[in-house]
């Protein structure tokens, strides 16, 4: 009888979906980046965000497990957002993406409470790759040189 339940235990962990919530500014890459994910078994995208004012109250109604934020969004910046988010919904992970590292982001990702940074300029298998092991509680930051 345990080795039904067992079976039907991995097949739950198997079916669980990570759903996200994508803040992105650049509707182009907003586009790109919520099509990748949806052609994921395993990912849902849940809210498609152009600025930073709105990630706090969205996510607080549909409670996604990840949100996906750019550094540079208008209205409040990314990092800001991420804060509040953290600080009012500490059970939704928070992966940050930047286009160009300047200094200082790397440790203000870190205060925010982000779960993991990444430059947009990487594979997209690494994008997604990021999201699944952030989801499972790991953070993902770049080591420094």
């Given at each position: ?68 934020i ?44 982000a779960?993991?940074?990444?430059t ?5 298998d ?20």
């Amino acid at each position: 009888m345990s080795e039904d339940w067992s079976m039907g235990n991995t097949a739950a962990r198997e079916n669980t979906v990570t759903r996200i919530l994508v803040a992105e500014d650049v509707a182009d890459l907003r586009d790109t980046l919520v099509a990748l994910l949806e052609l994921e078994d395993d990912l849902e995208v849940v809210a498609e965000l152009a600025s930073g004012g709105h990630i706090v109250p969205v996510a607080l109604r549909l409670r996604p497990d990840v949100a996906v934020i750019d550094i540079d969004l208008p209205d409040v910046d990314g990092l800001t957002a991420a804060a509040e988010l953290h600080q009012r919904l500490p059970a939704c992970r928070t992966l940050i993406l930047t286009g160009l590292t300047r200094p200082g982001d790397l440790h203000r990702a870190l205060a925010a409470g982000a779960s993991g940074f990444l430059t947009k300029d990487g594979p997209a298998d690494g994008l997604i790759d990021a999201i699944r092991r952030i989801a499972r509680g790991e953070q993902l930051f770049p080591q420094p040189d």
